[in-house]
T-cell receptor, first 117, second 112 residues
Framework: NAGVTQTPKFQVLKTGQSMTLQCAQD?????MSWYRQDPGMGLRLIHY???????DQGEVPNGYNVSRSTTEDFPLRLLSAAPSQTSVYFC????????????????FGEGSWLTVV | KQEVTQIPAALSVPEGENLVLNCSFT??????LQWFRQDPGKGLTSLLL?????REQTSGRLNASLDKSSGRSTLYIAASQPGDSATYLC???????????FGKGTKLTVNP
């Protein structure tokens, strides 16, 4: 059971380049989300999905796109990288959405370190 | 809007000490709250998930409580060990929505 798998682990981009951070889970989870973690800012929600074909914006969605064509995969696309997007990105998943009456354990990937120069 | 605060931001204790980490939240209309551990350079690992009906949850030396009326949760670590050194984060849903809000964490150092 692999859990939540993120690739790549490290990436350096030039300003203006685009790239996709991959996230896959093998637990048949409905809910998937992307966070970025910055010093002093904590974890901030970028985008989330409550099921295949359904996505929505989080707290800091600008400059990022997502899609959810399958239950397993939730890629995060940086459209035109900027130095402000230098951060550590985490993908997370859970069986149901966090706000449900009976919450479920949330599983995180190991993170993707992105530097934009 | 849900805001989650963790105090203190950092804590250093000698090995063997019992300690309490605090988490406060502004929107008490939550059904659950979760505590995580993060080691340097790693992802988050869920420690305890407390449902609002439970008020307390235990796992080994860890005990988490939830008081919705006061907007507070605590994580109690008994007989701390150097291996407990990590950053501990709490997270609460935003007003029954699909969004989860994290505190900034408490960095714990347990000295041998």
């Amino acid at each position: 059971n692999a859990g939540v798998t993120q690739t790549p682990k490290f990436q350096v981009l030039k300003t203006g380049q685009s790239m996709t951070l991959q996230c896959a889970q093998d637990m048949n989870h409905e809910y998937m989300s992307w966070y970025r973690q910055d010093p002093g800012m904590g974890l901030r929600l970028i985008h989330y999905s409550v099921g295949a074909g359904i996505t929505d914006q989080g707290e800091v969605p600008n400059g990022y796109n997502v899609s959810r064509s399958t239950t397993e995969d939730f890629p995060l696309r940086l459209l035109s990288a900027a130095p402000s997007q230098t951060s550590v990105y985490f993908c997370a998943s859970s069986y149901t959405t966090p706000g449900r009456t009976f919450g479920n354990t949330i599983y995180f990937g190991e993170g993707s370190w992105l530097t934009v120069v | 809007k849900q805001e989650v605060t963790q105090i203190p931001a950092a804590l250093s204790v000698p090995e063997g000490e019992n300690l309490v980490l605090n988490c406060s939240f502004t929107d008490s209309a939550i059904y659950n709250l979760q505590w995580f551990r993060q080691d340097p350079g790693k992802g988050l690992t869920s420690l305890l998930l407390i449902q609002s009906s439970q008020r307390e949850q235990t796992s080994g030396r860890l005990n988490a409580s939830l008081d919705k009326s006061s907007g507070r949760s605590t994580l109690y670590i008994a007989a701390s060990q150097p291996g407990d050194s990590a950053t501990y984060l709490c997270a609460a849903p935003q007003g029954g929505s699909e969004k989860l809000v994290f505190g900034k964490g408490t960095k714990l150092t347990v000295n041998p």
